[in-house]
């Protein structure tokens, strides 16, 4: 059978659209001539993704991203993927978009699900997840700190506003003048702090003597004490208490009547009787004082005694 002309055209036309068609999926990751299984995730944003972005599992690339859609006007995002390995998960897995370094782009990562009951089959909806990435984690953590060095600013902002209003013309010149009052008292300080020194130096040797005479006394105080210690105070106590009582009985023996001391200091007459014979021999020598011819004679040659005659200023 002799293939014409147009048979061979129309059979190089169809090729050139199959070739076309395979080539287009190829390249947007679809092979139409394997079995791999495709998935899709639903995202708010997927944080620059792109289609032929690679698809892995614990790090180990399994397949490519193959389509990006919008889903009507949602504004939401379809993301289909190609798994071209012969591995299964569960259908409650996690397409995780995560970032592959800071020039490596995005890609899905397939988080397996653990203890799966059910498994995933191809054209199944995969749950969706973001990891932030380095810079969006920095800024999060940056975020708060900014709220706290703002606050901060503004409260240095206030507390210098404050301060140029206390530092006006008046308030700077009492300033200046405490300053100064404050660096004379320095002065005279650092003056009296010398003649102090000064008087150290010249007084060492009392100062030294004292410090020693000092030492002496402590010790002499510290040996009184140990030798107060050693007394007996339970026996010194003992004889003080016999003492006492001792003296009690005296004393009520004297307020007593008996005894001489008793009859003295209790009976009023002895006491009128010693104070009569006192006076009575006050006025004895009174009398042997002024008239002493009364009670001594002398004579060298014998004369005879004159008669008393009582004198005018003689004792009655």
């Known amino acids: 059978m002799k293939i014409t002309r147009e048979i061979k ?35 708010n944003n997927i944080e620059g993704l792109d289609v032929s972005s690679k698809v892995t599992i614990n790090g180990y690339v399994v397949g490519k991203v193959s389509n990006i859609d919008f889903i009507g006007t949602s504004g939401k995002l379809k993301v289909t993927f190609v798994i071209e390995k012969d591995f299964e998960f569960g259908k409650k897995s996690v397409a995780k978009i995560y970032s592959a370094g800071f020039i490596g782009g995005k890609n899905l990562g397939i988080i397996p699900e653990a203890n799966p009951t059910q498994m995933a089959k191809s054209g199944d909806e995969i749950s969706s997840e973001i990891e932030p990435d380095l810079v969006g984690e920095v800024v999060g953590k940056l975020d708060p700190i900014q709220d706290k060095l703002k606050v901060v600013l503004d409260e240095t902002s206030i507390s210098l506003s404050r301060i140029n209003k206390l530092l006006n013309e008046e308030n700077t010149a009492n300033i200046s003048k405490a300053l100064k009052s404050l660096t004379n008292t320095l002065n005279t300080l650092e003056y009296t702090s010398k003649n102090v020194d000064a008087l150290l130096a010249g007084n060492r040797d009392n100062l030294e003597a004292t410090l020693i005479n000092f030492k002496n006394s402590s010790d002499n105080i ?49 006491y009128d009787n010693l104070d009569r014979a006192t006076r009575q021999l006050d006025l004895l020598l009174q009398d042997m004082k002024l008239n002493p011819k009364r009670y001594v004679h002398f004579s060298v040659f014998g004369k005879k005694e004159k008669g008393y005659k009582k004198p005018k200023d003689s004792l009655k």
């Open 9 to 43: 055209t129309a059979l190089l036309a169809i090729s050139a659209i199959v070739l076309l068609i395979f080539g287009y999926n190829f390249l947007k990751g679809k092979n139409l001539l394997s079995n791999d299984k495709v998935f899709y995730a639903i995202y």
């Open 222 to 270: 510290n040996k009184f004490s140990s030798e107060v210690s050693k007394v007996d105070v339970r026996k010194m106590m003992i004889n003080l208490d016999e003492t006492i009582n001792k003296f009690s009985l005296i004393a009520s023996k004297v307020n007593s009547n008996t005894g001489s001391v008793g009859k003295l200091v209790n009976d009023p007459a002895i």
